[in-house]
């Protein structure tokens, strides 16, 4: 009894604690994707506040743009959506391996707030701090 006690319990782990595990070493490695956009967001940021505006394609292409390198894939400002976009690069999670996340620019009389919502990434992967933007 007491081995078969053993066996459904270790089961039950398997089944239950190991995928919210994997959700949440996915979700932590999103989160740094993010982070690595911070640099961009945070020179349009600056932009924004010096020009009461945000940058057009030609102003933006001087910033820097960090190279893909990690968990960072391509990281890119579209002036016309007024959003940065980042890729994901984790090739051992196929499911988000090359998809997209954005920051969109929400302009407004206080400045600009970015909102962190997905583009093409399943949307249970997004971080928390993302997922208020993003309804379920």
Known sequence: PIVALVA?????????????????????QVSEVLRGAARVRNSIHEFYLANKRLPNEEEAAGFAQPAPSGNIGT?????RRKAVFV???LPEHKH???K????????????VQWKCMTVD??????????REHFPP
């Open 87 to 89: 890729e994901v690069n």
């Open 121 to 130: 990434l399943p949307a249970r992967e997004l971080p928390l701090n993302c």
């Open 8 to 28: 459904a319990v270790f089961i039950a782990a398997e089944m239950f604690l190991l995928p919210r595990y994997h959700d949440y070493a996915v979700r932590s």
């Open 96 to 98: 988000v391996h090359r």
């Open 75 to 79: 990281v890119r400002y579209d002036a």
């Open 100 to 111: 997209r996340i954005a920051l969109a620019a929400d302009e407004s009389a206080a400045g």
